[in-house]
């Protein structure tokens, strides 16, 4: 697959990690940065990694900042995102298999690289669940952006 990876000043180290460990894994990984501790903000690196996966030029995105939190919030306001913030294996398994998750997030200052890289294996690895009512709800998710998009 190719992967979109991005990372603010607080998540950059354990982005620097993951790359490698995604491309032994055998994909292809797009570093949109950033790449040292200079202080950046977290929505442009959102909007990079999630403009990739909706473009279809990526695709599954990883973001990564020092909790996660802004990163999710940032990716879930791009339509057609469905990022999931993830610090434990279970909840990496089952946002793929229920929520259809496109993006993963990761905080840099919550989980150590090993669990993050288990996380990361789990999360490319399950597939969406076959069943309709996983569908149904991710179809009712889609429907919000549209239902809640302010029209001029
Ligand atoms: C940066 O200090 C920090 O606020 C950012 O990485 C992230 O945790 C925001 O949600």
Redesign the pocket.
Known sequence: MKIAIGA????YRLKDELVGFIQSLGHEVKDFGAFGPE?VD?PDYASEVCGQVVSGEADKGILI?????????AANKIPGIRCALVHDLFSAKATREHNDSNVLSL???VIGPGVAQEIVKIWLETEFSQGERHKNRVNKVKQLEEKHTLHP
């Open positions: 603010d000043h607080a998540g202080s977290y900042c020092g909790t996660g939190i802004g990163m999710t919030i905080g840099e200052r």
